[in-house]
């Protein structure tokens, strides 16, 4: 591939372009096992092993990306989001045009400038009053984990507990804070009750303090598990006997299948602010934008005798990390906002659909290929989001990945990758959010031919002849 001025431009990990000379890796200035031990972790090698892998086959149909459909991006709505959040500061907020253009061009509030209709979102959607100044506007959710992770993390014996599969970027960031993640058993009710206590109680018995238990209620990300309303009001009450917080991720939420009702989050349900609530706009809105939030209205008491929101306390945190979020990237966020009365649920109809009838579509396929009578391939039925879990007779691991790409033209995700042992689990991920139908079709048609010749090579034993 060749770039501007007949350079070779190759593509990035992510996606995008690099342009460039490749650098010369035969001289050696440092080693892995001199910088932090995190970046030698298989959780900070997964997100670029899975990239590299969709790299190396750019054809292949990829169930496999956790990215949101495409074909409603609209490049006009980013001009007239950024004009919309203008406006709404000059109207609404009755800001001078040198305080307008400060707002967008300086630097800018830590806590962000878009919080006040985060605010107004989360009364409208879900139900969520809380005071904005308990918000924080992060560099997607990705900040907000980072931003909890490093303020709770006060010393060695600290642990975190997370709902297993868990989301890789969580175990990532937890591991570059030296904050050990022990997993609490998720199963098919999103996450078993009787085992959180277990963990928290066994924590304390090891000499730990448990600081927080991370989970998805919403359409998990890789399980698509939800938590039930009688659950997640024994969870809380659960988090309150064992003075526990919760981080409730729910990038998924606004996804569920159909006409379903959505549940209250635990957000919505938390009397006793037991839960730091963590919002991503990347599924919701754009992931270009890089725009996510935390909910964080514990009451914390200074050295000083002060009392003070836990948002303040990660406010000075984002300081000496990303100083404020894009004023620009907030703007954009801020307009889709205001052009739908602050509702995602009434911004993201189409999305919703799309994603109701993918799902719909591969679960449909996947009981035309694999019939209960015939096959031993298992999968879950969930009741929304991206994701669907399909368990099959054999390990699944990086290699049969390769092969599946190679061979077949077909992406997906390991499970072994969501879990920390990083042992090959008989199981991987299929996502339903950047395909077609006619896609998910060509797709599951070779998963299936995939599985029929794993099987025949593996024969009866279950093992490689
Ligand atoms: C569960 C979960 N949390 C957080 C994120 C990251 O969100 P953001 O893009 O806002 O950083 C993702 C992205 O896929 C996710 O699946």
Redesign the pocket.
């Given at each position: 591939m060749r770039g501007p001025g007949g350079r070779p431009r190759a593509e990035h990990p992510d996606g995008g372009l690099s342009v460039g000379a490749p650098a010369d890796l035969t001289v050696v200035d440092l080693s892995t096992a001199d910088l932090h031990p995190a970046v030698d972790d298989p959780a900070l090698n997964s997100m670029n092993f899975l990239n590299e892998v969709a790299q190396h086959y750019p054809d292949a149909v990829s169930l496999a990306a956790?990215?949101p459909y495409e074909e409603f991006f609209d490049v006009a709505a980013l001009h007239r989001y950024l004009d919309t959040f203008r406006r709404h500061l000059a109207d609404d907020l009755g800001l001078t045009p040198a305080q307008v253009h400060r707002t967008l061009f300086q630097y800018g509030r830590t806590k962000g400038v878009v919080h006040h209709l985060v605010a107004r979102n989360l009364a409208v959607d879900e139900g969520i009053s809380v005071d904005p100044e308990a918000i924080v506007v992060?560099?997607?959710?990705?900040?907000?984990?980072f931003l909890v992770l490093r303020a709770l993390r006060a010393g060695p014996g600290d642990v975190l507990l997370a709902v297993a599969p868990t989301?890789v970027?969580?175990t990532g960031a937890a591991r570059l804070l030296d904050l050990p993640v022990r997993p609490v058993a998720g199963g098919p009710a999103g996450v078993d009750l009787t085992d959180l206590r277990t963990q928290v109680r066994r924590a304390r018995a090891d000499g730990l303090r448990p600081r927080a238990c991370y989970l998805?209620p919403d359409f998990?990300?890789?399980s698509g598990t939800s938590v039930g309303l009688a659950d997640r009001r024994r969870l809380l009450a659960l988090a309150e006997a064992e003075d526990l917080l919760l981080l409730e991720?729910?990038?998924?939420g606004l996804f569920p299948a159909g006409d379903a009702e959505r549940v209250p989050t635990l957000k919505a349900l938390d009397t006793g602010r037991r839960v730091v609530y963590?919002?991503?706009?990347?599924?919701t809105v754009l992931?270009g934008a890089?725009?996510?939030y935390v909910v964080a209205d514990q009451r914390v008491a200074g050295a000083d005798g002060t009392v003070g929101l836990l948002a303040d306390q990660l406010a000075k945190i984002k300081s000496m990390v990303t100083v404020n979020t894009s004023a620009i990237a907030q703007a954009v966020i801020g307009g889709a906002l205001l052009e739908h009365g602050c509702s995602l649920v009434a911004a993201t109809v189409r999305e919703r659909a799309a994603y109701t009838r993918n799902l719909r579509h591969l679960v449909a396929g996947l009981a035309r290929r694999f019939p209960a009578d015939a096959s031993p391939v298992r999968w879950n039925v969930p009741a929304g989001g991206?994701f669907v879990v399909v368990t099959v007779p054999f390990p699944v691991d990086d290699a049969l990945l390769h092969r599946s790409a190679r061979e077949y033209g077909l992406l997906w995700t390991p499970m072994a990758h969501f879990y920390d042992a990083g042992a090959p689990v008989d199981a991987l991920r299929l996502s339903v959010s950047a395909v077609t139908p006619a896609e998910i079709d060509l797709g599951l048609d070779r998963l299936a031919a995939l599985v029929a010749d794993e099987l025949a090579r593996r024969g009866a034993s279950g093992r490689v002849a």
């Open positions: 956790g990215r992060t560099v997607g959710c990705q900040e907000a984990m989301y970027g969580l998805m998990a990300n890789p991720d729910n990038p998924y963590l919002g991503s706009f990347a599924k992931p890089r725009v996510g991206f």
